[in-house]
């Protein structure tokens, strides 16, 4: 029955090759919701409906994206709310997953809109430092998204119900990671704020892989922002440069911000680890690894270092600062998979 549906809701080449973009969007979010479907009864799509190998990439390439299926975007942000939201279950904690998400994208986006702002921007300059104020708010946002899920999505409810249709499948030679929240640009984010200078290379693999799952226009910011200092680095450069009591206001104002920014992702990280580690605790969940590709073990680990992070801006912008670089065990490969 499901095969059918899938095979019926196929658009032919033609249809792809002419469509516009917000068809082509559609195209791929309702196809999608019927890959996991089929994929969560173990069934490869591709392998009851060949056709998939050419219309997937097709869509994928007509609309700006890398990977031949659908991602977080097309399940949540390309989906209408109310009685048109597509689904894969029609339950009601399935709805609030997505509201949760729903909530942090739009902010996230503009945090990296605020992230780009601040390429030109030095800690000296009062724009710096309410841009970075307000990039602490908006990442704030993941704290609100965190509470909604904790409030009202069962851990037994994702790892049991939802998780089976997050599942990756074959279209070439590759295997494709499904919607996962992880590929929300909270990486991006990080990348400019903190890790691109500081970070394991177990992170940066990871957030190297979760650039194939972006939005068009952030892709090139991912491998722009590996570069370059980070926030951090700016913000503790600019402080060292001053004996304590001399800090000028304006960079002062700057570290602040940048706390409370650092704070606020690792309160995200704090609940989010702790939703994660009950839905992959061995007697609940069904997988090892999560939607993304990466494990508890990957959280726990950025976790920590997102707290270093946060302990160094707050050890030199405090009253008793006691300098420190921080300096990251950059270099070989951990033993690390995400
Ligand atoms: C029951 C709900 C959830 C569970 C069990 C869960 C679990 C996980 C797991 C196991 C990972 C590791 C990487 C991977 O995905 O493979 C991960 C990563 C991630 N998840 Fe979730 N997640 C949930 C909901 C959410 C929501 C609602 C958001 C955002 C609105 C989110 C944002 C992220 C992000 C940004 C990462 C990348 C790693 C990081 O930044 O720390 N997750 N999640």
Same mark, same amino acid.
């Given at each position: 029955?499901?095969?059918?549906?899938?095979?019926?809701?196929?658009?032919?080449?033609?249809?792809?090759?002419?469509?516009?973009?917000?068809?082509?969007?559609?195209?791929?979010? #309702?196809?999608?919701?019927?890959?996991?479907?089929?994929?969560?009864?173990?069934?490869?799509?591709?392998?009851?409906?060949?056709?998939?190998?050419?219309?997937?990439?097709?869509?994928?390439?007509?609309?700006?994206?890398?990977?031949?299926?659908?991602?977080?975007?097309?399940?949540? *942000?390309?989906?209408?709310?109310?009685? !048109?939201?597509?689904?894969?279950?029609?339950?009601?904690?399935? !709805?609030?997953?997505?509201?949760?998400?729903?909530?942090?994208?739009?902010?996230?986006?503009?945090?990296?809109?605020?992230?780009?702002?601040?390429?030109?921007?030095?800690?000296?300059?009062?724009?710096?430092?309410?841009?970075?104020?307000?990039?602490?708010?908006?990442?704030?946002?993941?704290?609100?998204?965190?509470?909604?899920?904790? +409030?009202?999505?069962? %851990?037994?409810?994702?790892?049991?119900?939802?998780?089976?249709?997050?599942?990756?499948?074959?279209?070439?030679?590759?295997?494709?990671?499904? %919607?996962?929240?992880?590929?929300?640009?909270?990486?991006?984010?990080?990348?400019?704020?903190?890790?691109?200078?500081? +970070?394991?290379?177990?992170?940066?693999?990871?957030?190297?892989?979760?650039?194939?799952?972006? *939005?068009?226009?952030?892709?090139?910011?991912?491998?722009?922002?590996?570069?370059?200092?980070?926030?951090?680095? $700016?913000?503790?450069?600019?402080?060292?440069?001053?004996? $304590?009591?001399?800090?000028?206001?304006?960079?002062?104002?700057?570290?602040?911000?940048?706390?409370?920014?650092?704070?606020?992702?690792?309160?995200?990280?704090?609940?989010?680890?702790?939703?994660? $580690?009950?839905?992959?605790?061995? #007697?609940?969940?069904?997988?090892?690894?999560?939607?993304?590709?990466?494990?508890?073990?990957?959280?726990?680990?950025?976790?920590?270092?997102?707290?270093?992070?946060?302990?160094?801006? !707050?050890?030199?912008?405090?009253?008793?600062?006691?300098?420190?670089?921080?300096?990251? %065990?950059?270099?070989?490969?951990?033993?690390?998979?995400?």
């Amino acid at each position: 029955m499901l095969i059918s549906v899938l095979r019926n809701a196929l658009p032919s080449i033609e249809e792809v090759a002419t469509a516009s973009l917000p068809d082509l969007l559609a195209m791929m979010r #309702d196809l999608g919701i019927l890959l996991g479907s089929v994929k969560r009864h173990g069934v490869e799509p591709v392998a009851v409906a060949p056709e998939l190998e050419e219309v997937l990439p097709l869509i994928a390439r007509r609309s700006g994206m890398v990977i031949p299926r659908d991602t977080i975007y097309h399940y949540v *942000l390309w989906n209408p709310v109310g009685p !048109r939201e597509r689904l894969y279950t029609g339950l009601p904690m399935e !709805r609030m997953l997505m509201s949760a998400v729903r909530v942090a994208l739009p902010m996230l986006s503009t945090a990296v809109d605020v992230c780009t702002s601040l390429d030109d921007a030095t800690p000296g300059e009062l724009a710096f430092a309410t841009s970075v104020n307000e990039l602490a708010t908006l990442v704030g946002t993941m704290r609100d998204s965190m509470d909604l899920v904790i +409030a009202n999505v069962g %851990p037994e409810f994702f790892a049991r119900t939802m998780r089976p249709y997050f599942q990756d499948i074959r279209v070439g030679d590759d295997t494709w990671l499904g %919607p996962a929240a992880a590929h929300v640009p909270v990486a991006l984010i990080d990348l400019r704020v903190w890790a691109s200078d500081h +970070a394991d290379d177990c992170y940066l693999d990871f957030v190297d892989h979760s650039a194939w799952y972006a *939005l068009e226009r952030w892709r090139p910011l991912y491998r722009d922002w590996q570069r370059g200092p980070s926030l951090v680095s $700016r913000v503790v450069e600019a402080l060292e440069r001053h004996p $304590r009591q001399d800090v000028p206001y304006v960079i002062n104002a700057s570290a602040e911000a940048l706390c409370r920014t650092m704070r606020a992702l690792t309160v995200f990280r704090g609940k989010h680890l702790s939703i994660a $580690r009950e839905a992959y605790a061995p #007697d609940t969940g069904l997988y090892e690894l999560g939607s993304g590709g990466g494990s508890v073990a990957l959280l726990e680990n950025v976790m920590n270092q997102a707290r270093d992070m946060a302990t160094l801006v !707050r050890l030199n912008t405090s009253g008793t600062r006691r300098r420190r670089t921080g300096k990251p %065990p950059r270099g070989g490969k951990p033993s690390c998979e995400f």
